[in-house]
């Protein structure tokens, strides 16, 4: 098994805890830098959120830009890899970007702990796609929709509003496979790569008579279902909870 292929899925799940490599998480945001929005008003419920971004192998990634999706709220990783960013409070789409790499929207509840996770680099990505035979475009961005469940996914679904190019998932066994659903054996992930700039819904679906999904949370307040951002060389990540019938 290719454990750098492994990694670009390692990335995709809850936090960047290593695949293929591991970090002692220690502290250090004195090289951090912060901007403050000013459009945030002054009575407005606000949060502290620090973290760690990650490069692909676990190594910590220095000059990340982090912000709320949509604000200018932002802060830049320092060395190690860390930063801290005031933010209101709740569930927000985070946003991080950094050169050489493909960027992350992110939702995330500001007020549940320490945010930590990874980024594809542009040479993951490169191998992932030469893996599959396919040309990736910068100009377009990425869907990947996580299923959280109790058990490994096998048969579960998704789709888009928009267009996409190619949707895979990834075999432990055999790596990247093209398919619209979960694999048995597989990680939990579908991703849709080539998705048209601009918003698109997502529906999911269960396994046939094994598990039922519920239908994945929007940040916009609007569309039913609702839509998700997308940007260029820029991965949304959908999440959505499964259970067993």
């Not at 789409?93 to 950094?98: D, K, P, S, V």
Request: glycine share 10%; net charge negative; with cysteine.
């Amino acid at each position: 098994m290719n454990c750098k292929l492994l990694g670009v899925f390692a990335v995709l799940l809850a936090t960047a805890t290593a695949a293929c490599g591991d970090d002692d998480g220690s502290a250090n945001t004195a090289d951090a830098t912060t901007t403050v929005d000013a459009s945030i008003t002054p009575d407005a419920s606000l949060t502290t959120l620090t973290g760690i971004i990650r490069t692909d192998n676990d190594t910590p990634l220095a000059n990340a830009t982090v912000r709320v999706f949509g604000s200018t709220t932002s802060a830049t990783t320092g060395s190690d890899g860390r930063f801290s960013l005031t933010v209101p409070e709740g569930v927000q789409l985070i946003e991080f970007q950094a050169a050489g790499h493909w960027g992350r929207i992110q939702p995330f509840d500001t007020t549940s702990g320490e945010f930590d996770f990874g980024m594809l680099s542009d040479t993951e990505i490169g191998d992932v796609a030469t893996a599959l035979s396919y040309t990736t475009d910068v100009a377009k961005g990425a869907i990947a929709v996580e299923f959280h469940a109790s058990n490994d996914g096998d048969g579960e679904s998704a789709s888009l509003s928009a267009t996409s190019e190619l949707t895979f998932t990834f075999h432990d066994a055999t790596g990247p496979t093209v398919s619209d659903s979960l694999v048995a054996g597989g990680n939990p992930v579908l991703i849709f790569l080539g998705v048209p700039v601009g918003t698109t819904s997502v529906t999911v679906s269960g396994s046939p008579g094994n598990t039922i999904c519920a239908a994945p949370e929007g940040f916009d307040g609007a569309g039913t279902p609702p839509m998700y951002p997308v940007v260029a060389k820029t991965l949304t990540v959908v999440e959505t909870t499964c259970a067993d019938l």
